[in-house]
């Protein structure tokens, strides 16, 4: 019980830093758009990619180290595009920023997500080579990895029907047009990070 217990606390940890998938799940939270959906996508990732991480990915990750490279650099091209996007939606602020001007279809919303997630090499980092690795100190590290899969869904839930609270808050566009912002902010900050690294 203990290993899944630290598995839960450690996914936990590990995915309440505010990136790219979070912003964007919290952003289709405040819509009402598609949130049940994304919030599946995300956590099914996850879980994949935890399980990947824990049945052993993390030594194929390290035979193949330009596989990382590749991931690191499609994930920085998609990150400038989508935070400028972001910055564009600002600057143009009114009704583009409400919700009804911000709706995507199921097909576009989960193309978005799904490369936020896959492209995005520190969710690979986080979930296939850390929590793998994490996971082989543990007794069990399946039970390590279901309490991972646990927190994610967790996680993942509590943010995108959570953002309902600030619904009113967002009722304005000026706040939209902050929200877009600091969505910009966010992806570019991880870009320029992974461009460091």
């Keep these: 019980m203990m290993s899944y217990v630290a598995g839960l606390g450690t996914a936990l940890s590990l995915i309440m830093a505010i990136g790219a998938q979070n912003a ?26 935890i399980i990947l991480g ?8 390290e035979l193949a180290p330009w596989l990382i490279e590749v991931m690191r650099w499609g994930g920085v091209a998609f990150l400038l595009l989508y935070g400028a996007r972001s910055f564009r939606a600002a600057i143009q602020g009114g009704e583009a920023l409400t919700p009804q001007g911000e709706m995507r279809s199921l097909k576009a919303t989960l193309a978005v997500i799904a490369a936020l997630t896959w492209l995005n090499p520190h969710v690979w980092l986080d979930t296939v080579m850390l929590l793998g690795s994490i996971s082989a100190q543990w007794p069990s590290p399946l039970l390590f990895g279901a309490g991972a899969v646990t927190g994610s869904f967790v996680f993942f839930f509590a943010l995108g029907y959570g953002a309902r609270l600030l619904a009113p808050v967002f009722a304005r566009p000026r706040a939209w047009q902050w929200l877009e912002v600091g969505v910009g902010i966010v992806m570019w900050g991880i870009a320029l990070r992974l461009i460091l690294e």
């Design 24 to 49: 964007f799940v919290l952003k289709q939270g405040l819509l009402r758009s598609h949130v049940l959906a994304v919030i599946l996508f995300c956590a099914c990732s996850d879980a994949v990619l």
């Design 54 to 61: 824990v049945t052993g990915m993390a030594a194929i990750a």
